[in-house]
């Protein structure tokens, strides 16, 4: 069986399209199996098609269990959260695990508050920082570093409250 590693960086906010691009690699062929720092980890299957789905939670046995019951495979988590779901299209043909905009915009609040909380411990942990400045290039390195992933951060924020937004419309 063939097997390959490709590398995308993508958001939490990117979410559904994360999915549909695992489910247009999957009607290629290219079945996803695992994710690791950026890389995706796929095997060749020309004989069958997938839908993806990821959700965004903390999960027990009987969370996975109830999407088994339905048609859901569980195919891979990371930190804890995201969890990687895929089903067969012949048998679910394109029904959705989250379909309703309540329960997307709750998916979209839980991931919200989540990476807040390491938002929020990573600003505290930036006051020794800022105490220490002694103002040399590894300081003024360091800065520029940490600023750029707080923008990204802000980034985040901005579009996961367009996405509960846009879900509340819906509603």
Request: hydrophobic share 45%; net charge positive; glycine share 4%.
């Amino acid at each position: 069986m063939k097997t390959m590693k490709k590398f995308k960086l993508s958001l939490a906010n990117d979410i559904e399209k994360e999915a549909n691009w695992l489910t247009e690699m999957s009607a290629k062929g290219w079945h996803f199996v695992k994710y690791k720092w950026g890389f995706y980890y796929f095997e060749e299957n020309l004989e069958i098609s997938y839908i993806y789905q990821v959700d965004f939670q903390e999960a027990t046995d009987e969370y996975f269990d109830l999407y088994k019951q339905v048609g859901w495979e569980h195919m891979h988590t990371e930190v804890m959260q995201f969890h990687y779901f895929r089903a067969d299209t012949t048998i679910i043909g394109n029904k959705r695990i989250y379909s309703d905009p309540a329960s997307i915009k709750g998916m979209y609040k839980r991931m919200f508050s989540f990476y807040l909380v390491i938002f929020a411990c990573m600003l505290v942990t930036q006051i020794g920082l800022l105490l220490t400045w002694d103002g040399n290039l590894f300081s003024k390195f360091v800065l520029a570093l940490v600023t750029a992933v707080l923008l990204l951060y802000v980034y985040l924020f901005i579009k996961l409250t367009q996405q509960m937004k846009k879900n509340e419309k819906l509603i």
